[in-house]
């Protein structure tokens, strides 16, 4: 049993109604997993495609219209996510305006919030590729892919791999277009030290970067350096396999591996620990050993250097910094 | 201005370097005689960067030229030279002429819906080239083995240093040298290489596709292919896994094409690539794959048989390279990690019996980490089986064997792991990646199969 023609336009438009639906049900209440609403989405917009082949009614002609209008929205967003919406003010351009019309700048902020326009920004590019994909595709050969007359078996075959392919563009564009928004964002940065952007900044994995350079700034390229040990609690500068390429010609060690006459340097780490009160050395060091400890802040990466005392543990709790031996 | 300037030299050298593997590879696929120029594009740069690669080891083996830039040049100096000449030798008019028509006039005849896919396509590789070249390695084992080598030879120029600092010389070092050669010309974004890999499997295997289907399939298979999760994903890694499905997955079906078609080239092509995806990772087992369908081959075609039998010998040589190589390294205890002896070792394991009874977890490791990434194609997979089962689609039913067959690979690989070492079901990450082989099959499959001929898709 097949649905007949005249009652494609009637289809169409329920199976649109769908689509707003799911798009703006499940993206604001987030309540299927990304690939699994994608995927029905995608059910959905191949289905619209396929009737509205079958409809002939004028709005066609104004389809292009709608093409236009969500291409800008999309482009809008996507400007949207590349500024810093929040601290525009950082801006040399906008202050500068800001001066001579206060009373504008004062207004935008209060508007943004008053309309909840961050839930704007914070639609994903698959809101809008979508519509757009429909359009677009159902304006191309696509469209001569009768699904409504093939074969019972093909039918099914046809609707399930045009899903899976409408929803890998999808998933694939989103990829491109955070990529071009994280891309734009540290275009500025030194090559290396994009690392710590990727990497979820500072306060995640991509503090590795700039310890390691505070490390790099601290100590020759022929210093031998004691490392904390290999564990889930010092993942990163525990694991001289990793923590090498970050700090390589400097020589890295685990207690016990050399000669402690002739360390260098010891890492001062807190690691992961969850109560945030570890660090490591976890023994005490004589301060006749001891040149200097130099400590990094995590969030402000000042630097402190204290010609020590006796080094004990119970001090250096929850710090980052090098202990510097003679 | 003076950065700007820098940064358009350190992109304009990274190119070149990748087009100068392009030309050793280009010559390669002119001494095969692959006319098509989409698949001798995009066999250039996989034939081109393993022989450099390659020739770049021998030349520091052999005659102590260092790991520089000057090994680099002279590997590609006299590859070309020698290339070359056997060219002229050979009698064999190649063909070096890109014309842009050609080109364009290959995109003016594409419908409206093809252009579009390749749009899409264009888009995504663009996006793995945007990836790769403004952002640096950040992948664990890229930092922990495959670009540190590469960093510590391109400063000391061999590998010595690797014998103190461990943990190097684990894998064929394909991958680093393709950083090096970035490395030894001051340039830091070489993760661009992974971008090149891609765009020459997706051509490959476009060609290939091509073979038996429409034009609009093809591309369609394609951009599946590339849009596909963990291809694209790795796409953007410096791992060597994009690499060597890239190889494998190629190797399989040119074999299994030969195998159905008698054609020699596919044979040629086949074990070359066989050969070189023993360089990328040696102790994947899916080689053994492709020799077993040289085997069977054998009794087929028999003509080829002296072809077989001389490349087998140069893929055993480039897969026992490596091993060679460390071999002559002050420290005798360091080998690459070779699975070998566990097989044997299996073979006279009186305990494997005992051990049955991991079987169930083994299979549900397996379905957690292999089956799940390919769940969104299994039922396609049902309409395909019953058409080519239907329309006696025979080269299809070839590749389901092929596919079953690196199945039932994995599984027994799990199942040997299994026996060996307790923390066998905690890596479920590296099984996922081992087993990415499989998704190009698969897709192929799909994409091949007689499901497509009808009226459905009427195209040229």
Same mark, same amino acid.
């Given at each position: 049993?097949?649905?007949?023609?005249?009652?494609?336009?009637?289809?169409?438009?329920?199976?649109?109604?769908?689509?707003?639906?799911?798009?703006?049900?499940?993206?604001?209440?987030?309540?299927?997993?990304?690939? #699994?609403?994608?995927?029905?989405?995608?059910?959905?917009?191949?289905?619209?495609?396929?009737?509205?082949?079958?409809?002939?009614?004028?709005?066609?002609?104004?389809?292009?219209? =709608?093409?236009?209008?969500?291409?800008?929205?999309?482009?809008?967003?996507?400007?949207?996510?590349?500024?810093?919406?929040?601290?525009?003010?950082?801006?040399?351009?906008?202050?500068?305006?800001?001066?001579s019309?206060?009373?504008?700048?004062?207004?935008?902020?209060?508007?943004?919030?008053?309309?909840?326009?961050?839930?704007?920004?914070?639609?994903?590019?698959?809101?809008?590729?979508?519509?757009?994909?429909?359009?677009?595709?159902?304006?191309?050969?696509?469209?001569?892919?009768?699904?409504?007359?093939?074969?019972?078996?093909?039918?099914?075959?046809? =609707?399930?791999?045009?899903?899976?392919?409408? #929803?890998?563009?999808?998933?694939?564009?989103?990829?491109?277009?955070?990529?071009?928004?994280?891309?734009? @964002?540290?275009?500025?940065?030194?090559?290396?030290?994009?690392?710590?952007?990727?990497?979820?900044?500072?306060?995640?994995?991509?503090?590795?970067?700039?310890?390691?350079n505070?490390?790099?700034?601290?100590?020759?390229?022929? #210093?031998?350096?004691?490392?904390?040990? @290999?564990?889930d609690?010092?993942?990163?500068?525990?694991?001289?396999?990793?923590?090498?390429?970050?700090?390589?010609?400097?020589n890295?060690?685990?207690?016990?591996?050399?000669?402690?006459?002739?360390?260098? =340097?010891?890492?001062l780490?807190?690691?992961?620990?969850?109560?945030?009160?570890?660090?490591?050395?976890?023994?005490?060091?004589?301060?006749?050993?001891?040149?200097? $400890?130099?400590?990094?802040?995590?969030?402000?990466?000042? $630097?402190?250097? $204290?010609q020590?005392?006796?080094?004990?543990?119970?001090?250096?709790?929850?710090?980052?910094?090098?202990?510097?031996?003679? | 201005?003076?950065?700007?300037? /820098?940064?358009?030299?350190?992109?304009?050298?990274?190119?070149?370097?990748?087009?100068?593997l392009?030309?050793?590879?280009?010559?390669?696929?002119?001494?095969?005689?692959?006319?098509?120029?989409?698949?001798?594009?995009?066999?250039?740069?996989?034939?081109?960067?393993?022989?450099?690669?390659?020739?770049?080891?021998?030349?520091?083996?052999l005659?102590?030229?260092s790991?520089?830039?000057?090994?680099?040049?002279?590997?590609?100096?006299?590859?070309?030279?020698?290339?070359?000449?056997?060219?002229?030798?050979?009698?064999?008019a190649?063909?070096?002429?890109?014309?842009?028509?050609?080109?364009?006039?290959?995109?003016?005849?594409?419908?409206?819906?093809?252009?579009?896919?390749?749009? &899409?396509?264009?888009?995504?590789?663009?996006?793995?080239l945007?990836?790769?070249?403004?952002?640096?390695?950040?992948?664990w084992d890229?930092?922990?083995?495959?670009?540190?080598?590469?960093?510590?030879?391109?400063?000391?120029?061999?590998?010595l240093?690797?014998?103190?600092?461990?943990?190097?010389?684990?894998?064929?070092?394909?991958?680093?040298?393709?950083?090096?050669?970035?490395?030894?010309?001051?340039?830091?974004r070489?993760?661009?290489?992974?971008?090149?890999?891609?765009?020459?499997?997706?051509?490959?295997?476009?060609?290939?596709?091509?073979?038996?289907?429409?034009?609009f399939?093809?591309?369609?298979?394609?951009?599946?292919?590339?849009?596909?999760?963990?291809?694209?994903?790795?796409?953007?890694?410096?791992?060597?896994?994009?690499s060597?499905?890239?190889?494998?997955?190629?190797?399989?079906?040119?074999?299994?094409?030969?195998?159905?078609?008698?054609k020699?080239?596919?044979?040629?092509?086949?074990?070359?690539?066989?050969?070189?995806?023993?360089?990328?990772?040696?102790?994947?087992?899916?080689?053994?794959?492709?020799l077993? &369908?040289?085997?069977?081959?054998?009794?087929k075609?028999?003509?080829?048989?002296?072809? &077989?039998?001389?490349?087998?010998?140069?893929?055993?040589?480039?897969?026992?390279?490596?091993?060679?190589?460390?071999?002559?390294?002050?420290?005798?205890?360091?080998?690459?990690?070779?699975?070998?002896?566990?097989?044997?070792?299996?073979?006279?394991?009186?305990?494997?019996?005992?051990?049955?009874?991991?079987?169930?977890?083994?299979?549900?490791?397996?379905? !957690?980490?292999?089956?799940? !990434?390919?769940?969104?194609?299994?039922?396609?997979?049902?309409?395909?089986?019953?058409?080519?089962?239907? /329309?006696? !689609?025979k080269?299809?039913?070839?590749?389901?064997?092929?596919?079953?067959?690196?199945?039932?690979? &994995?599984?027994?690989?799990?199942?040997?792991?299994?026996?060996?070492?307790?923390?066998?079901?905690?890596?479920?990450?590296?099984?996922?990646?081992?087993?990415?082989?499989?998704?190009?099959?698969?897709?192929?499959?799909?994409?091949?199969?007689?499901?497509?001929?009808?009226?459905?898709?009427? !195209?040229?």
């Amino acid at each position: 049993m097949y649905l007949k023609i005249n009652k494609s336009t009637s289809i169409l438009l329920l199976l649109s109604l769908l689509l707003i639906a799911i798009n703006s049900i499940v993206e604001l209440l987030s309540s299927l997993s990304f690939e #699994s609403y994608i995927f029905l989405r995608s059910a959905v917009a191949v289905l619209i495609i396929f009737y509205l082949e079958k409809v002939k009614y004028k709005f066609k002609s104004y389809i292009n219209i =709608f093409l236009v209008l969500f291409i800008i929205l999309f482009l809008f967003n996507f400007f949207l996510n590349i500024i810093d919406i929040y601290h525009l003010n950082n801006y040399k351009i906008i202050s500068n305006i800001c001066k001579s019309n206060n009373y504008l700048c004062e207004l935008i902020p209060i508007l943004f919030y008053k309309f909840k326009l961050f839930r704007f920004i914070t639609l994903s590019s698959v809101f809008f590729s979508f519509p757009i994909l429909i359009i677009i595709f159902s304006q191309s050969e696509f469209k001569k892919i009768d699904i409504i007359k093939s074969k019972k078996v093909k039918k099914v075959f046809i =609707f399930l791999i045009s899903a899976i392919i409408f #929803s890998s563009i999808a998933l694939g564009l989103q990829k491109v277009y955070l990529s071009t928004i994280q891309t734009l @964002q540290v275009l500025n940065q030194n090559f290396d030290d994009r690392f710590t952007y990727k990497k979820g900044g500072t306060s995640y994995y991509g503090w590795i970067r700039v310890y390691s350079n505070f490390v790099i700034n601290n100590t020759n390229e022929k #210093s031998n350096i004691l490392i904390p040990p @290999q564990s889930d609690l010092y993942k990163m500068e525990g694991n001289k396999a990793y923590f090498r390429w970050f700090l390589y010609p400097r020589n890295l060690f685990h207690l016990g591996e050399y000669n402690m006459d002739e360390i260098d =340097f010891f890492i001062l780490s807190p690691g992961e620990c969850n109560d945030g009160n570890c660090v490591w050395p976890d023994f005490e060091i004589e301060k006749e050993k001891i040149k200097e $400890v130099i400590t990094i802040d995590r969030e402000s990466q000042e $630097v402190f250097k $204290v010609q020590s005392d006796n080094f004990n543990p119970e001090d250096y709790k929850n710090k980052w910094g090098l202990i510097k031996l003679y | 201005m003076g950065n700007l300037e /820098e940064k358009i030299m350190e992109l304009v050298t990274i190119l070149v370097i990748q087009f100068i593997l392009i030309v050793v590879g280009y010559l390669i696929t002119q001494l095969l005689n692959i006319t098509n120029k989409i698949e001798s594009i995009g066999l250039s740069y996989l034939f081109g960067s393993s022989l450099i690669t390659i020739l770049f080891l021998i030349n520091h083996f052999l005659f102590k030229v260092s790991l520089g830039p000057e090994n680099f040049l002279i590997s590609v100096v006299s590859s070309i030279i020698v290339m070359y000449l056997l060219l002229l030798y050979n009698k064999k008019a190649f063909s070096v002429s890109f014309s842009p028509k050609y080109f364009l006039n290959r995109l003016n005849d594409l419908n409206c819906l093809e252009r579009m896919f390749i749009t &899409i396509i264009v888009l995504i590789v663009g996006y793995t080239l945007s990836e790769n070249y403004f952002w640096p390695i950040t992948d664990w084992d890229a930092i922990a083995l495959y670009d540190f080598r590469a960093k510590v030879i391109s400063i000391q120029g061999n590998m010595l240093e690797g014998t103190r600092l461990g943990y190097f010389f684990q894998y064929p070092p394909y991958t680093s040298f393709l950083h090096v050669f970035g490395y030894i010309f001051d340039t830091s974004r070489v993760k661009i290489v992974y971008s090149f890999i891609y765009l020459s499997f997706l051509l490959v295997f476009y060609t290939l596709l091509r073979r038996k289907q429409p034009r609009f399939i093809s591309i369609l298979g394609v951009l599946f292919l590339s849009l596909n999760t963990q291809i694209l994903t790795h796409a953007t890694m410096a791992y060597t896994n994009l690499s060597y499905v890239s190889y494998i997955s190629i190797v399989l079906i040119y074999l299994t094409f030969w195998l159905y078609e008698k054609k020699r080239q596919d044979l040629i092509i086949g074990m070359i690539l066989i050969a070189m995806s023993t360089w990328v990772r040696a102790t994947d087992p899916f080689w053994y794959l492709g020799l077993l &369908i040289l085997f069977i081959g054998m009794f087929k075609n028999k003509k080829d048989i002296k072809y &077989i039998i001389t490349l087998f010998i140069i893929t055993i040589f480039t897969y026992k390279f490596w091993d060679i190589y460390l071999k002559t390294l002050p420290n005798p205890t360091i080998r690459s990690a070779s699975r070998e002896s566990l097989y044997l070792e299996l073979l006279f394991n009186k305990t494997i019996f005992s051990k049955l009874s991991n079987i169930p977890e083994v299979l549900l490791y397996f379905y !957690n980490n292999v089956i799940v !990434n390919i769940k969104y194609l299994l039922p396609l997979s049902i309409f395909t089986v019953y058409y080519d089962f239907k /329309e006696n !689609n025979k080269l299809n039913l070839y590749f389901y064997i092929l596919f079953v067959i690196s199945l039932l690979i &994995i599984v027994l690989g799990i199942f040997v792991f299994s026996l060996f070492y307790e923390t066998w079901n905690l890596i479920g990450d590296s099984l996922q990646r081992l087993s990415m082989v499989i998704i190009p099959i698969f897709i192929f499959i799909i994409f091949n199969s007689s499901v497509w001929k009808e009226d459905v898709f009427k !195209n040229k």
